[in-house]
């Protein structure tokens, strides 16, 4: 039916009903002749829209004035009957603005609610609305398709009979504990076509009522257990790496050890500087292991590639900077320069005295769309010191430790207050700020 035509329909309905009803009330003393008319105007605008209402007060007032009035159809008003209309063309216009607002908001709702399920169709995902409490009070397609359950078997809390008992109790206690927070949870969720349980990530998201309480809950189950299960092979190789590399370098310091020659001091200063170098490297190789082969964060590498040197002297180190994510490579490069400053350090700088400091920095600065990263070591306090003759291996490593990075430069500078380092270069501008925990996080129980 085209839309004019249906506007007429429920102009025309409303008039024949408002008008029945008064007649049926007839002309008895002190009658309001258009009294019917406020409940159709108001209806006609809800249904049609703000016109139909505008019509149907207009046709309304005509139909009363030739029917109703006394005497009907008279051409003069008495002043009761004067206001009489006047109050009525006011209420008429108040009941059509207030037909109309509620009559967009209720297609507001409908649309919201319309998007609602279509975004629950087009999920992958179990999502489910839920009371406070986490009942469920409707049918949920997805949830059956998984577990196998049918409604209302799953209705109220009887869902949490398709978790699993070890996660269940937990999950009922948080759920209870986080009035108006989101929750966050790896749970297993019995799956029918599996036969078995399977990893599920559940977040519910609270929706406050005007108290400020949790009314309702959206609830989501996301399946992750293959990921789940790809992460912990991961781990399990990853830390079956870093036992081979420890043994690796075992095996490396015996032969060196079995390969040098009795009583000579200069080769077991050789193996031992050797060895120590490797081991710094192995603690950077050891973060990037750990972080899957990705950028690795500074401030761990620094910490720990100088951590021997920090224990023996913890009060003479001063670490700042923020959150900075670098590239594998040039967290070796820098893992194994900081130890070659330290050693030097120890052995002719700040650290072989008791008032000595060093002083290690990074920021980062924007230019442009790329961003500058600076890093410095800086010692003070200590001994006198010059400069070397000829640079050696050790020099060299600090020179190519960010080699590899756009722009990048060393500066190292032996000034007779302390030894001073600065790392330079460019890349791409990014957001290097660990990330924070949303919500609540369950730990879901091995």
Not at 115 to 132: F, M, N, P, Q
Not at 146 to 160: F, N, Q
Not at 249 to 260: E, G, P
Request: aromatic fraction near 8%; charge should be neutral; charged fraction near 25%.
């Amino acid at each position: 039916m085209p839309e004019w035509i249906r506007r007429v329909v429920i102009v025309a309905s409303c008039l024949c009903v408002a008008i029945g009803v008064r007649a049926l009330l007839g002309q008895g003393p002190g009658a309001a002749p258009v009294a019917t008319l406020y409940p159709a105007v108001a209806v006609a605008a809800l249904l049609g829209g703000g016109w139909s209402g505008l019509a149907t007060a207009a046709l309304g007032w005509v139909a009363a004035w030739y029917f109703f009035f006394d005497p009907p159809g008279s051409l003069f008003l008495t002043q009761p009957q004067v206001i009489s209309v006047g109050l009525f063309a006011l209420s008429s216009a108040v009941l059509i603005s207030g037909s109309v607002w509620l009559r967009e908001t209720i297609r507001t709702v409908e649309q919201s609610e319309a998007r609602y399920r279509a975004l629950i169709d087009a999920s992958t995902d179990v999502v489910a609305l839920t009371d406070g409490n986490g009942a469920w009070h409707e049918r949920n397609m997805a949830w059956e398709a998984i577990t196998g359950a049918r409604w209302p078997e799953y209705g109220e809390k009887r869902w949490l009979s398709s978790v699993h008992e070890e996660d269940r109790q937990e999950l009922q206690t948080m759920l209870r504990m986080a009035e108006g927070e989101a929750v966050n949870a790896q749970v297993r969720i019995w799956s029918c076509q599996d036969e078995g349980w399977r990893w599920f990530r559940m977040r519910t998201v609270a929706i406050l009522g005007h108290r400020g309480k949790t009314d309702d809950r959206i609830i989501s189950f996301t399946d992750v257990h293959d990921r789940k299960l790809l992460r912990e092979q991961q781990e399990l190789v990853t830390g079956e790496l870093r036992h081979r590399l420890k043994n690796l370098l075992a095996v490396i310091q015996a032969l060196l050890n079995n390969s040098l020659p009795r009583n000579n001091p200069a080769a077991a200063a050789l193996a031992d500087k050797f060895m120590a170098r490797l081991r710094a490297l192995e603690s950077a190789g050891d973060l990037v292991i750990a972080a899957n082969w990705h950028d690795v964060d500074l401030g761990a590498v620094v910490r720990g590639v100088l951590a021997p040197f920090i224990d023996a002297n913890k009060t003479k180190f001063a670490i700042h900077g923020p959150p900075l994510l670098v590239h594998e490579q040039t967290a070796g490069g820098i893992g194994l320069a900081c130890h070659e400053l330290a050693t030097n350090a120890l052995k002719y700088g700040a650290l072989s005295t008791d008032g000595g400091r060093v002083a290690i920095q990074w920021a980062v600065e924007a230019a442009g769309a790329d961003e500058r990263v600076e890093w410095s070591w800086t010692e003070s306090n200590g001994p006198t010191v010059e400069g070397p003759e000829e640079h050696g291996f050790g020099v060299r490593v600090v020179r190519a430790a960010v080699a590899r990075e756009r722009d990048g430069a060393v500066d190292l500078e032996f000034r007779p207050e302390g030894a001073r380092c600065r790392m330079t270069f460019m890349r791409a501008r990014r957001s290097d700020a660990l990330p924070e925990k949303e919500g609540r996080t369950l730990s879901a129980p091995r």
